[in-house]
């Protein structure tokens, strides 16, 4: 069946550090591909998305590129801040149902 | 962009009885809508689909009759836990997607505490 995969966390970092949160997937067909973010106390929100290979999804400094050949959708920012605190999903959609499978998230603290 | 609220944001509840959450699409109509189950520190697991004017589906291994969706109208959409344990115990999640795009907007969840 279908399946996301993210890298384990906590991610812990300095402010204007260099960020990479790593997502792989199993699907059959083509998925469309998600990155959302959980801030504390909030629900999620969609950061970026893509729904087609070698398509580049962007939202404030953060970027995920579709990469079929290594089923990979990996989340980046050259320089975090401490506002970019969050909880991290990466999620994919293989269907019109809009059902949405998630990755098990990761924790991203940002210290001053 | 588009709002989905919850209600209540939190509740405790004994043993045995049964809480009812209500999700709403504020300013849009959503003919479909999605509920999860998020415990801590974990994924969001999709429990049931919510569809108006026709019955939920619902995800491999979920109790039909333990979880009641009902999708009254075009927006809001109710997940009833009946029969409460503390196993229940969780975080629950509505969303709705927009029409038209695959983009899914979410509640900000419940969390239900069962004593």
């Known amino acids: 069946g279908n399946s996301v995969t993210q890298m384990e966390g906590p991610v812990t970092l300095s402010e204007e550090a260099f960020l990479t949160i790593n997502c792989t997937y199993t699907?059959?067909?083509?998925?469309?591909l998600f990155w959302y973010v959980q801030y504390p106390g909030e629900g999620l929100q969609l950061l970026l998305k893509a729904t087609k290979a070698d398509d580049k999804g962007s939202n404030k400094g953060f970027e995920a590129t579709y990469r079929k050949e290594t089923t990979s959708f990996h989340l980046e920012k050259g320089s975090v801040q401490v506002s970019d605190s969050a909880v991290y999903f990466c999620a994919l959609s293989s269907s019109n149902t809009g059902k949405l499978i998630f990755g098990q998230g990761t924790t991203l603290q940002v210290k001053p | 962009g588009a709002v989905v609220s919850q209600h209540p944001s939190w509740v405790i509840c004994k043993s045995g009885t049964s809480v009812k959450i209500e999700c709403r699409s504020l300013d849009f109509q959503a003919t479909t809508m999605f509920w999860y189950r998020q415990f801590p520190k974990q994924s969001l697991m999709l429990m049931a689909t919510?569809?108006?004017?026709?019955?939920?589906?619902?995800e491999q291994g979920v109790e039909k009759d333990k979880f009641l969706i009902n999708h009254a109208s075009l927006t809001l959409s109710t997940l009833t836990v009946t029969s409460a344990h503390p196993e229940d115990s969780s975080f629950y999640i509505c969303s709705a997607p927009s029409a038209g795009t695959d983009t899914q907007y979410f509640g900000p969840g419940t969390r239900l505490t069962v004593l």
């Open positions: 919510s569809n108006e004017g026709s019955k939920a589906t619902y």
């Open positions: 699907a059959t067909g083509y998925p469309s």
